[in-house]
């Protein structure tokens, strides 16, 4: 049986729903939405520890504040810490490749430059 989302964990997922509704044009608001579900269900699923909860929340909790602007975005680029990337699972690491290319597919569409070399 799985366990029940922390409150925090719902509380920062509906705080993300409503921030891509808000500011988000509609292909990208589709792919947050559908992204952000499906990563609560998948943990939701999951054995999660306390600390991977922790983890877990702290995380989405940095994409709301930075899709808000409140995020200290100082000396953090796009890059992914190499130790994290090193702790994934293959199909996380999977999964990780497949957003990355459907992200880069709609944003090509949507006409935005590629951070890397603009």
């Known amino acids: 049986m799985s366990k029940p989302y922390p409150r925090e964990a719902l509380s920062i997922f509906r705080q993300i729903l409503?921030?891509?509704r808000e500011n988000l044009p509609p292909p990208m608001r589709a792919l947050g939405d559908n992204y952000v579900r499906d990563?609560?269900?998948?943990?939701?699923?999951?054995?999660?520890?306390?600390a991977q909860w922790q983890?877990?929340?702290k995380e989405w909790k940095t994409y709301r504040d930075m899709l808000t602007g409140k995020a200290d975005l100082q000396n953090k680029g796009g890059d992914i810490h190499p130790d994290v990337i090193a702790a994934m699972t293959p199909e996380?690491?999977?999964q990780f490749l497949d957003l990355r290319e459907e992200t880069q597919k709609?944003?090509?569409a949507?006409?935005?430059?590629d951070s890397k070399t603009s």
């Open 18 to 20: 409503r921030i891509h």
């Open 39 to 50: 990563e609560m269900r998948r943990h939701q699923d999951a054995q999660t520890s306390k």
């Open 55 to 57: 983890t877990f929340v």
């Open 92 to 94: 996380q690491k999977q």
């Open 106 to 108: 709609l944003a090509a």
């Open 110 to 113: 949507l006409g935005i430059p």
